[in-house]
């Protein structure tokens, strides 16, 4: 039975299942998983009902741990309980999380898969926190994408209840939680009527409640401890076959079959790849892609990763495999091996299988279909254990060369990239993008947003993929047709456009016109435009967003741009598509804004206009020379680690470069000179009164007041003005506002 198509992104999927199987959700934020208990939270407020047909109750409390102790303390109540958190959160639940599993409580905790703070802090996504409840007494299920974390959350949901067994249900940290995808939704009607409403009464009759006393959880001794530690073994020796029970109801209405261990690739393959999480859907792309290049290789891709039923993984390997590579997305110091590889290790302990294990994507970094092939590589010359693929490592040589760059994607999926500033309304406007082409036609679409840890007034980049087939493609876009710049500041400093394929199209947002605008161009990029014949488009879209009274956000001018020359939808239907969403979007706010948006999309689309980009480079007008982001007699650390990094290629920096133990010179922040705001303050010295509030309410120290001596003044250019300081002293100093627009936001 299909359910309707809709898109979201991973966080939504696991509150929309979580929210229907529960009647408490005890929750604390905390990146990237704070979506889902915002989700539930407004749900809530909003009197959405769950399969019960009851709002559920959402409490906020003042830690994780506050959290944890809450869904205990509920689910010992006989309340469905869920909770949602990631990384040091995660920590802080585990002492719980021992006593909810011991007291064989159904709960589903949500996880997004985040790094542990150990030699730094990291926002981003691996599977470092999840491993680290390995031994809590959780089931813990994984899901690759966003369509499996709707259907593995209901799997979850479904079980627990049935086997008394805590779930951990986790999905990668941003790579799948805020990854946008078109999904078939399972509707509320029927979750229902896959519920088992006899193991709710069942779990309800084992609550604390005054008229049925209990005594639970008391203190046991030595002679008994043990005894009742090894009582649970049955329940969790029967959970894996239970798991596979409901995956199993699940297909037969919906169509999408899964398994514990699933084994995609050659049946007769002799090098696989086991692996969880989102590099799954990777994986089983590259593995596609070199099937039919003649290969031998397959993958499997781990569902159910505790218990691990050995038996069910070695059934789901070819029986032609000689060699296995374990990708884990952790490290674990010291080990003989990262968790997964480890269980694997064991399971063919008695098959004449090699074995070696290696690490990949720790903190969100990319794993490309590259690095798998790079893995299989690996395999073919019978290389060494303890690998890892994505970094340059030349202090331990652990680290394999990628060689061989392949491209695994459908020719016909369309790739755009966009480069915006957080909070000008760039990322909103491409969910919104995805949101119109998925739910208004037959078309797939993926969204993929990678943020700065700045934030607000940090560099975005946002990953857009459009297709008539489901697109199952979780890295970033390394060949596209279509990129647009948002901020002319990022000219010279990144390489934006060289990922452009020969007649691709180039959208740039500035305040430049049409005829100086291709001289304000590096070299570098003049000539990639007039050599590949890319189309370059430019628009002034401040200007247009400003006449209508929107100030500096840009994003409904360049959305409309977009639409407009990328071809990815007829123009007038795109058009219509914006305008009606906008509609929905701002009605509330007024008709008057709705009317300004609209004003921004005529506008737009009377204004763009191509750039004709002269028949070679000697016939160009000049070009831009970016000036020197770093001095040259600047500190190793800062041309080796920073330099790099501000031009967006961290990638590229070797272990030999980085702190072993974390420590950072200081004061390096006063390096980073961006440039990137559109408008910057301008100080009127007639109106000034020296109170030096507006330099106190800066929050980035850039209006400065200076004192300054009349002998400093003499070399003074014109223009830079002063008055006479109102503060006492016998030099008679002069007074000033210095702006430094280069740190400036706008």
Known sequence: MAGKMTTIDGNTAATHVAYAFSEVAAIYPITPSSNMGELADAWAAQGRQNILDRTVSVVEMQSEAGAAGAVHGS???????????????????????????????????????????????????????????????FAMLASASVQEVLDLATVAHLTTLQSDIPFLHFFDGFRTSHEVQKVEIIDYDTLKGLFDFEQLARFRNRAMRPDKPIIKVGAQNPDVYFQGREASNRY?????????????????????????????????????????GSGCETVEETVNYLCKRGEKVGAVKVRLYRPFAADRFVDALPQTVEKVAVLDRTKEPGSQGEPLYLDIRAALADRDVR?????????????????????????????????????????????????????????????????????????????????????????????????????????????????????????????????????????????????????????????????????????????????????????????????????????????????????????????????????????TKGEDIVKQNWECVDATAAALQEVKAPGSLSEAKGS???????????????????????????????????????????????????????????????????????SMSCPHGVIRAKQIAPDDLESAPDGFHTIKSGTKNERDLRYRIQVYCEDCTG
């Open 355 to 587: 074995v070696i294990g290696g690490r990949y994507g720790l903190s969100s970094k990319e794993f490309t279909p590259s690095m798998v092939n790079a893995v299989f590589r690996h395999l073919d010359q019978s290389g060494f254990h303890g690998f890892t693929v994505g970094i340059n490592d030349d202090v331990t040589n652990l680290s394999l060369s990628v060689d061989e760059l392949i491209d695994t994607e459908d020719p016909e999926v369309v790739r755009c990239m966009f480069w915006g500033l957080g909070s000008d309304g760039t990322v909103g406007a491409n969910k919104d993008s995805i949101k119109l082409i998925g739910d208004n036609t037959d078309m797939y679409a993926q969204g993929y947003f990678v943020y700065d840890s700045k934030k607000s007034g940090g560099i975005t980049i946002s990953h857009l993929r459009f297709g008539k087939k489901p697109i199952a493609s979780p890295y970033l876009i390394s060949t596209a047709d279509f990129v647009a710049c948002h901020n002319p500041a990022y000219i010279g400093r990144y390489d934006m456009i060289s990922c452009l394929k020969p007649d691709g199209v180039f959208l740039l947002n500035s305040e430049w016109s049409n005829d100086e605008v291709f001289a304000r161009l590096t070299s570098d990029m003049q000539e990639l435009i007039i050599e590949r014949n890319i189309r370059f488009y430019n628009i002034n879209a401040l200007d247009i967003s400003m006449r209508a009274g929107l100030g500096q956000r840009i994003n409904t001018v360049m959305q409309t741009a977009f639409f407009k020359i990328s071809g990815v939808l007829p123009e007038e239907q795109a058009i219509k598509l914006i305008k009606d969403s906008l509609k929905k979007r701002f009605i």
């Open 75 to 137: 689910l010992s109540a006989g309340a469905l309980t869920t909770t949602f958190t990631a990384s040091q959160g995660l920590l802080l639940m585990i002492p719980n999380m021992h006593k909810i599993a011991g007291e064989m409580l159904p709960a589903v905790f949500h996880v997004s898969a985040r790094s542990l703070a150990t030699q730094s802090l990291s926002i981003f996504g691996d599977h470092s926190d999840v491993m680290s409840c390995r031994n809590t007494g």
């Open 624 to 694: 831009y020379q970016p000036k020197a982001l770093i001095a040259e007699d600047a500190s190793d650390f800062a041309r080796n680690v920073i330099l790099p990094v501000m031009h967006q290629q961290g990638d590229s920096i070797p272990v030999s470069k980085m702190s072993y133990d974390g420590i950072l010179p200081t004061a390096t922040s006063a390096l980073e000179k961006r440039g990137i705001a559109p408008r910057v303050p301008q100080w009127q010295p007639d109106n000034c009164i020296q109170c030096n509030i507006c």
């Open 236 to 276: 969790y020796n029967a959970l894996p076959g239970l798991v596979q029970e409901t995956m199993d109801r699940l297909a037969r209405i919906t169509g999408r079959q899964y398994h514990l261990f699933d084994y995609v690739g050659a049946p007769d393959a002799t090098k696989v790849v086991v692996v969880m």
